[in-house]
């Protein structure tokens, strides 16, 4: 197969990696990046897990090429927060207990911050949220303390740190 050298910025760094043209964002994210935090289960778009944001808007990366990415801005659950620093929508899903196994949170916290992000600062009615959240399948939970730990980040949303890097 004939190789591409890629450029890709993820969580605000630049990456140069050798890639196939048929390679997924999925692919190169975990395969050549070693980002595991992004998911792998259906790979076609079906549950949600490998939800990253792409230039600010949750994409499901299974099924989105590498090559599609260049020159755009690429989010992992990676580049949200860290330990010692969790934004607040992490910092959300744990105090009010949506983590389980944890295998859908990556996806679910992007797609969820998209969405607040979409929303402009209103704080969203729960069956919004459960709509927005409805293409991240979780097999552990009943979604409740998902949704209810979306809202509470919601509420906080003129605090989340890229928001006051704009503020000021």
Known sequence: MTTTLLELSINGESHHVAIEPHWTLLRVLRGELGLTGTKENCLEAECGV???????KAVNSCILLAMQCSGRSITTIEGLGDPEHLHPLQAAFIEYGAVQCGYCIPGMILTAKSFIDECG??????????????????????????????????????SWPEEAERAG
């Open 50 to 56: 490998c939800t990253v944001l792409l230039d600010g």
């Open 121 to 158: 600062g209103r704080v969203p009615e729960e069956a919004e949220v459960r709509e927005a959240l409805s293409g991240t399948l979780c097999r552990c939970t009943g979604y409740q303390k998902i949704v209810d730990a979306v809202i509470a980040a919601a509420r906080q949303r003129n």
